[in-house]
């Protein structure tokens, strides 16, 4: 329920809605891709968490492939952080 409430406020605020698929036509380089991004825009992943189907393309503004294999979207949320970690020099 609470996603259900929020999910419209940070979806609004968000210019740049990544959608991450094995079948999105645009392979990229996770890190490359965030290093380049704006820190004064937000940024929202959208990672399907299914075993079957895919992540709807009207939920994002770039539909992007991060891996050449289908990945769980545990290991996509781990590529994500570790992205993050690596803009924001976290160690």
């Keep these: 329920m609470l996603l259900k ?3 419209p406020s940070i979806y609004l605020l968000a210019y740049g809605k990544l959608g991450l698929s094995y ?3 645009k392979a990229v380089n ?3 891709y965030v290093a380049k991004s704006n820190d004064d825009e937000p940024l929202v ?3 399907g968490a299914m075993a079957h189907g895919k992540v709807d393309k009207e939920y994002s503004d770039d539909y992007i492939q991060i891996s ?3 990945l769980s979207a545990a290991c996509c ?3 994500i952080c570790s992205a ?3 803009k924001w020099n976290i160690q």
């Design 68 to 70: 050449g294999y289908p």
């Design 84 to 86: 993050l970690e690596q």
């Design 77 to 79: 949320l781990n590529r």
């Design 5 to 7: 409430i929020l999910l």
């Design 30 to 32: 996770l890190f490359d």
């Design 23 to 25: 079948s999105a036509e």
């Design 45 to 47: 992943f959208v990672v």
